[in-house]
């Protein structure tokens, strides 16, 4: 079954800037979608689309894989943590924004940053973390809520090798056991290709998608 699809999808911002045009892209439920295209394609554009942080010019989308607000989770390349909030205060933040106490939340959290392995940082603050570790907060607190579906804007792409390559394989370990809808953007096409069922390719000028290349490898990856 579909979970998030563009119909026909144009965007055009305010300034005039067509960022989007004919896009039609249909994610399945549990598949692993990247984006791949030089920087101004349009790849940011379709996952704020998918994520209704912008609405298309033209076109129409459908979001049956998405249930309701906490279903979809964001992450970013800048992990974008509280620098003044512990590790712990952090990963609460979705769950505070929905009234829900610390204490109340407390198994989820530490649910969370056990799936990144993170347990024993919880009273770190981010200045104390690598690059690679504050994404693996910034993941768990995408994943706090329980989503369905994430979509992921170049998450590694500040990261050295070594911590990206690690994180890749958690990612793709992760995906294993959850089998979330995921649409991943990103500039390494090596990485499409280790994590995804599917790369998507985007051109520049006017954000419209070149090719989809199915890829052929069953997982286990391993
Ligand atoms: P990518 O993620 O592939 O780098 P984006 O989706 O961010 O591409 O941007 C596509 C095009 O739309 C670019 O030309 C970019 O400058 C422009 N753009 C993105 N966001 C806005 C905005 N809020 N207002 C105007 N233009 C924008
Ligand atoms: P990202 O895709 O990294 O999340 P944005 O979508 O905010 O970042 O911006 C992508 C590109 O669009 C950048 O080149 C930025 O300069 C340009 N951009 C963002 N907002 C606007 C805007 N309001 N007007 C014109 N260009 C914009």
């Given at each position: 079954?579909?979970?998030?699809?563009?119909?026909?999808?144009?965007?055009?911002?305010?300034?005039?800037?067509?960022?989007?045009?004919?896009?039609?892209?249909?994610?399945?439920?549990?598949?692993?979608?990247?984006?791949?295209?030089?920087?101004?394609?349009?790849?940011?554009?379709?996952?704020?689309?998918?994520?209704?942080?912008?609405?298309?010019?033209?076109?129409?989308?459908?979001?049956?894989?998405?249930?309701?607000?906490?279903?979809?989770?964001?992450?970013?390349?800048?992990?974008?943590?509280?620098?003044?909030?512990?590790?712990?205060?952090?990963?609460?933040?979705?769950?505070?924004?929905?009234?829900?106490?610390?204490?109340?939340?407390?198994?989820?959290?530490?649910?969370?940053?056990?799936?990144?392995?993170?347990?024993?940082?919880?009273?770190?603050?981010?200045?104390?973390l690598s690059g690679g570790m504050k994404m693996r907060v910034s993941?768990?607190?995408?994943?706090?809520?329980?989503?369905?579906?994430?979509?992921?804007?170049?998450?590694?792409?500040?990261?050295?090798?070594?911590?990206?390559?690690?994180?890749?394989?958690?990612?793709?370990?992760?995906?294993?056991?959850?089998?979330?809808?995921?649409?991943?953007?990103?500039?390494?096409?090596?990485?499409?290709?280790?994590?995804?069922?599917?790369?998507?390719?985007?051109?520049?000028?006017?954000?419209?998608?070149?090719?989809?290349?199915?890829?052929?490898?069953?997982?286990?990856?391993?």
């Amino acid at each position: 079954p579909t979970a998030i699809a563009l119909h026909q999808v144009n965007k055009i911002y305010a300034n005039g800037t067509v960022a989007l045009q004919g896009v039609d892209l249909a994610v399945r439920q549990g598949e692993f979608v990247s984006l791949v295209g030089p920087s101004g394609c349009g790849k940011s554009t379709v996952l704020k689309l998918m994520a209704g942080l912008a609405a298309p010019s033209n076109g129409y989308l459908e979001t049956p894989g998405i249930a309701g607000d906490r279903d979809l989770a964001y992450v970013f390349q800048d992990a974008a943590l509280m620098p003044w909030a512990t590790v712990l205060d952090n990963v609460h933040l979705p769950l505070k924004l929905k009234g829900q106490s610390l204490r109340g939340s407390r198994s989820h959290i530490q649910a969370a940053l056990n799936l990144v392995a993170l347990q024993g940082f919880e009273h770190s603050y981010p200045r104390e973390l690598s690059g690679g570790m504050k994404m693996r907060v910034s993941i768990a607190r995408a994943l706090v809520t329980n989503p369905h579906v994430l979509l992921m804007d170049e998450p590694f792409g500040a990261l050295d090798e070594m911590s990206r390559s690690r994180l890749n394989s958690d990612l793709l370990q992760l995906w294993e056991e959850y089998h979330w809808t995921v649409v991943f953007v990103t500039h390494n096409i090596y990485e499409a290709v280790y994590l995804s069922h599917r790369v998507v390719v985007m051109g520049s000028q006017p954000g419209r998608i070149l090719a989809e290349v199915p890829i052929d490898v069953p997982y286990p990856r391993d």
